[in-house]
């Protein structure tokens, strides 16, 4: 019942949390950190984990009983309790693929209609509010409950389990949430969670002039957990390999951005420890988790995947297409078929050494980055693009904005001295893959272009389609 509260007041609260002084903002972290540690470690919580943990014994069959149950169950919920689900045919799903005889809902159909999928069930003191970000960065409202916020703590500890990490390992946290005044310009950058045993840090401060204090702070956490977006994490590895330094950290957890190779490996290098990677989104409805072997698997209790070509065709394993993710668990909320905008491919091969049967699937693009339309038609992922970078170690940040039609501007936020030459060759190598037809364009920034919410994408797409 807090979390509602907290969500719907936001802003009032913020104002008082951002004139109180840092002492007291510790405290009003750890306050609200005491009640987010009810829900996450409740008796309920403990016993929901057990259970994950024990279907990760599960085959191939067992896997597709329970998705087949859940998904009537979550269907059956919806029909009879969502208004925008009253109409939707009364098909009785014998097996998996029957789910395909259900229209495909978009994102922006669900933007539009966003109260119609609403559950009746769940009563509105009851419903905690989240905004998305889109491409677009049109405002999307999700509904949730605080029991799906304690299960999906439990798949995060889960997820924990197999990196050897156990409930409360102090941990220190790189996500996008405000928790020093923007103007501050002195540490501490960063707040306490004491019931959590989490510092959180801010990444709207980190710039050449406070890297020293975030690596120092660093330092003083040597061994915790580490987690956070990968373009952050990124860049503080960028400066402790710059600066000489090497900070042990016991383990890293990404998420919230594609988590890029080389990115992997410099945060791997700078921090001596595994990074796990995952895949979630706001809407709650689908899941996907490194295991200790590095592979992504799909999360089976959460969601069921599909993965589309661009004819609603399954695609086939190692092909890229749309995800359209029906989620088990947002009864307040429940999207099926939800075509979300990101994508990915089945990964084909034998079982995963990590012994569980829960297949592997790559996540590419998610929505936070947009992809690049050449004048040609041609379509460029940020993974694409990302390999324009691979040489250049003199900028922190790069991104590609397309800011108006036939034109793209390369937009680089130095390292060092290197930087021009850097970004001059990137600019180089882009024209060379886009042709003539379009005009590329450098310039030199002081801070990378970011989306509410603080993730910063790679491909900047200004121009309405
Ligand atoms: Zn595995």
């Not at 009983?65 to 059956?76: M, P, S």
């Not at 933007?111 to 009851?126: D, I, K, M």
């Not at 990590?354 to 379509?379: K, M, N, W, Y």
Request: charged fraction near 25%.
């Amino acid at each position: 019942m807090f979390e509602p509260f907290i969500r719907a007041n936001f802003m009032r609260f913020k104002g008082i949390y951002d004139r109180s002084p840092s002492s007291a903002r510790n405290l009003l972290t750890s306050a609200r950190g005491w009640f987010l540690t009810r829900i996450r470690y409740s008796p309920k919580s403990r016993q929901f984990l057990s259970e994950l943990r024990a279907h990760e014994n599960w085959n191939r069959e067992e896997i597709d009983e329970f998705q087949l149950g859940a998904l009537r169950k979550i269907i059956d919920h919806a029909r009879k309790t969502v208004p925008y689900y009253k109409g939707y045919p009364q098909i009785h799903i014998a097996c998996l693929q029957d789910l395909r005889l259900f229209p495909l809902l978009t994102r922006e159909e669900f933007r539009l209609n966003q109260n119609a999928f609403l559950s009746e069930t769940t009563p509105p003191r009851l419903r905690i509010r989240a905004g998305t970000t889109g491409t677009t960065g049109a405002n999307l409202k999700v509904a949730y409950t605080e029991e799906l916020a304690r299960e999906n703590w439990a798949f995060l500890l889960r997820q924990w389990a197999w990196a050897e990490i156990e409930e409360r390992e102090p941990r220190v946290t790189f996500f996008g949430a405000r928790i020093v005044p923007m103007k501050r310009t002195k540490p501490p950058y960063w707040t306490l969670n004491r019931p959590e045993r989490q510092t959180l840090a801010s990444i709207f401060h980190l710039s050449d002039r406070t890297a020293p204090d975030y690596l120092d702070f660093l330092e003083q956490h040597r061994g915790q957990v580490l987690e956070g977006f990968p373009s952050v994490l990124g860049m503080l590895a960028d400066f402790a390999l710059h600066s000489g330094r090497t900070i042990r950290m016991r383990v890293v957890f990404t998420s919230g951005e594609p988590l890029y190779p080389d990115v992997r490996a410099k945060i791997e290098q700078a921090f001596h420890a595994r990074v796990y990677d995952s895949y979630g989104m706001t809407e709650y409805c689908g899941q996907i988790q490194e295991c200790e072997r590095g592979q992504m698997h799909l999360i089976p209790e959460y969601g069921f995947l599909e993965i589309l070509d661009e004819n609603n065709v399954p695609a086939r394993p190692d092909e890229e297409g749309y995800f359209v993710w029906t989620g088990f668990l947002n009864r307040a909320m429940p999207l099926i078929r939800y075509r979300i905008g990101d994508r990915g491919r089945w990964l084909a091969g034998p079982h995963c050494a990590c012994g569980r049967a829960f297949q592997r699937v790559l996540p590419t693009i998610t929505r936070e980055s947009d992809i690049l339309h050449a004048i040609d038609g041609r379509l460029f992922s940020p993974r694409a693009l990302n390999q324009l970078l691979k040489e250049s170690n003199s900028l922190r940040f790069c991104q590609f904005v397309h800011d108006r039609p036939g034109r793209v501007v390369v937009r680089a936020v130095a390292s060092n001295g290197n930087a021009v030459a850097d970004m001059m060759q990137i600019r180089a190598r882009l024209q060379e893959l886009l042709g003539q037809k379009m005009k590329v364009t450098a310039e030199l920034a002081t801070a990378p272009l970011m989306r509410p919410g603080g993730k910063i994408p790679l491909i900047v797409n200004q121009v309405a389609e």
